[in-house]
């Protein structure tokens, strides 16, 4: 059970923190065997303040990163925004120049 209280969820022997999770993992799995998308990876870290002394560094997780049309595509599976959540997804924006894609 993940922090949310879901049951995490296996496909392909991979372990996905949620079903909507695994279940958007399978498209986009099937959109890169179509050659739809390109180079898709889980679970990507993006430092979104360094450690600044004792403090740690603040990270986002993305659930998958993709290129798609030659442009990078951050997304998260979502079905909570905590306000956690809310802020982090402004920082990548003012970070990295990244909206991400919410599914």
Same mark, same amino acid.
Request: glycine fraction near 6%; charged fraction near 35%.
């Given at each position: 059970?993940?922090? $949310? @209280? ?14 909507? *999770?695994?279940? +958007? ?6 959109? *890169?065997?179509?050659? %739809? #998308? /390109?180079? %898709? +990876? &889980? /679970?990507? !870290?993006? *430092? %979104?303040?360094?450690? #600044?002394?004792? *403090? +740690?560094?603040?990270?986002? #997780? ?6 798609? +049309? @030659? ?7 979502? @079905? &909570?925004?905590?306000?956690? $959540?809310?802020?982090? !997804?402004?920082?990548? %924006?003012?970070?990295?120049? #990244? ?5």
């Amino acid at each position: 059970m993940n922090k $949310y @209280g879901n049951l995490q969820t296996t496909y392909n022997g991979r372990v996905f923190d949620s079903k909507r *999770e695994a279940r +958007r993992f399978a498209k986009l799995e099937l959109m *890169e065997r179509a050659g %739809l #998308i /390109q180079d %898709l +990876r &889980c /679970q990507v !870290r993006f *430092e %979104l303040i360094p450690k #600044i002394g004792s *403090e +740690r560094a603040v990270n986002y #997780i993305a659930d998958f990163v993709y290129t798609e +049309r @030659g442009k990078t595509v951050v997304e998260d599976a979502k @079905g &909570c925004r905590t306000d956690v $959540y809310r802020i982090k !997804r402004k920082l990548m %924006l003012y970070r990295y120049g #990244i909206t991400i894609k919410e599914t």
